[in-house]
């Protein structure tokens, strides 16, 4: 038995163990590619065969497959090619389930019927349609059957004896959902579950999440995945996740998790490209490059710092701090943006502040350019694979001169960087209420060994002050020039 040697090679890949025959898949694929008139590449031919593999006995070989991949690399046809074998050769039973947007349905039911009535011989073969909103349906002569349902609690009731569960979308599915179609299978003897889907989602893929962790693990039964990401992720000796930071802008990472990519197939780079653009670093990692927010049930919450302690630190300076750095970011839902400021006192400690926060984003290019005359500071730094990430090709435009930018390595540098001043009493702050309210509702997220400064779970809390005055910092210690003397005025911007 040979499976074939995909390109790009998935970063995540889990053959199933009981595997003996890769007959079905092959012919699987023949029977697509002659009727549909395209052809898989190798990443989506060995999608097919982790799928269709055969145990000894005949049974699959895995009773639950994964498919993660950025959008638009051809998941869609390779469950096709699964989806059509099984209606016309095996007359199975399939429910194909869709995130709560009906157009998917849709979509896919129109894909397969352009497949099915693109040919006399197997247009002959199809008995009915159905083609009503969120009730999609085509039955064959032979007995197999398609429904395309959307999710809901109740989704798949109704629907009894179902051979092959798909589960498209899968970064939306949610345990009730799942709980409502996933007994369907019961009653078949040789049931299959397949997941699709694109990165997991902050707060909306625990299921999806499940899903990857049993890729992940040591033992993962009778199971197949296949994994395009540009992210490093395990688990470590206590189960956790650990995902390894990842700069969106090194293109060299783009190719390997886009197999349209490396098959020709698409609009090619150029298109990453103006995408990266259009969403900033951040939703282009998700989106592009199949990079996945934290499961919320390994990334730990905790406090940031103890509050009685940085109450002590109030003091402000008499003289201009100098040199000073900015910090720039940009609350999650980008309603809010943060300009903070780090310097260095007369005395020597360093000083932080909040220099301005305001709605949206279209204001801070000209307000940094205004700092920049004026306080000519030695470095100004965002995080580039968070919110802020997507103001960085403006600011160059506007020629803001010595940005810093931050990886997600960098953010957690300077998380310790900010915790270690405060606990050894090496900083000073004027105690502005935006910066108090940060710090109060802001939390540690933790990956791994690594943590971050996030917002509260309820997302009551903009943190964006606390973590531009971080950057801040962080862009000061990256060129800490020495202090000059300043004017005897105490600092007061707005």
């Known amino acids: 038995m040979n499976w074939l040697p995909a390109a790009p090679h998935p970063k995540i890949l889990v053959l199933p163990p009981a595997a003996a025959d890769l007959g079905e898949a092959e012919a699987a694929i023949e029977l ?6 395209k052809t898989l590449d190798d990443t989506q031919r ?5 799928m269709m593999a055969q145990a000894d006995g005949g049974q699959w070989a895995a009773a639950t497959t994964g498919r993660e991949m950025p959008r638009q690399n051809g998941k869609g046809d390779e469950i096709e090619v699964v989806e059509l074998w099984g209606l016309v050769q095996r007359s199975e039973a399939i429910l194909h389930t869709v995130h709560d947007a009906v157009l998917l349905a849709s979509q896919a039911q129109q894909r397969m019927l ?17 083609q009503g909103t969120g009730q999609q349906m085509i039955e064959m002569t032979n007995g197999g059957v398609i429904w395309y349902r959307t999710r809901t609690g109740g989704g798949g009731r109704g629907v009894d004896d179902v051979d092959r569960l798909v589960v498209d979308e899968a970064q939306h599915a949610t345990e009730e959902q799942l709980a409502a179609v996933s007994p369907t299978l019961l009653a078949n003897k040789n049931p299959q579950l397949n ?16 899903v990857r962790r049993r890729a992940l693990s040591d033992d993962p039964g009778s199971f197949g995945y296949i994994g395009h990401t540009a992210e490093s992720v395990r688990l470590d000796d ?35 490209d103006e995408q990266l653009r259009r969403l900033g670093p951040e939703s282009f990692a998700r989106e592009h490059l199949g990079v996945w927010d934290p499961p919320e049930e390994t990334g730990i919450r905790e406090t940031i710092v103890d509050l009685a302690a940085w109450s002590a630190l109030h003091d ?63 470095g100004v730094a965002l995080v580039t694979s968070g ?29 310790g960087m900010f915790v270690d001043a405060v606990n050894e009493a090496t900083i000073t ?29 309820d997302g009551s809390t903009d943190v964006s002050p606390l973590q531009a005055c971080k950057n801040a910092l962080y862009a000061l210690a990256k060129n800490p020039k020495p202090n000059r003397p300043g004017g005897r005025r105490a600092v007061v911007l707005s």
């Open 429 to 457: 702050h004027d105690d502005g209420r935006l910066l108090r309210i940060s710090l109060e509702g802001a939390t540690r997220h933790r990956s791994g060994d690594a943590w971050t400064i996030a917002p509260p779970a």
């Open 387 to 415: 919110p802020a990430g997507s103001l960085l090709a403006e600011l160059e435009q506007r020629r803001i001169r010595h940005l810093v930018t931050m990886s997600k390595a960098d953010d957690g540098k300077a998380c």
């Open 114 to 130: 352009g497949v099915l009535e693109g040919h006399a011989d197997l247009r002959r073969r199809v008995k009915r349609k159905w």
């Open 238 to 272: 206590d189960g956790r996740v650990v995902q390894e930071p990842v700069d969106a802008l090194d293109r060299s990472l783009w190719g390997p998790c886009n197999p349209a990519l490396a098959s020709g197939r698409g609009v090619g780079i150029d298109f990453l």
């Open 46 to 50: 060995l999608t097919v065969q982790v």
């Open 316 to 378: 402000d300076p008499a003289d201009r701090p100098s040199p000073v750095a900015l910090g720039v970011e940009v609350s999650h839902d980008r309603k809010w943006t943060t300009i903070g400021l780090a310097g260095i006192r007369s005395d020597g400690r360093r000083y932080i502040q909040v220099v301005q926060a305001g709605r949206g984003t279209g204001w801070v290019p000209d307000r940094l350019a205004e700092l920049q005359q004026t306080w000519k500071p030695t």
């Open 195 to 210: 997941a699709m889907g694109t990165a997991g989602l902050a707060g909306r893929s625990e299921w999806w999440w499940r």
């Open 32 to 37: 697509w590619e002659h009727y549909s008139r």
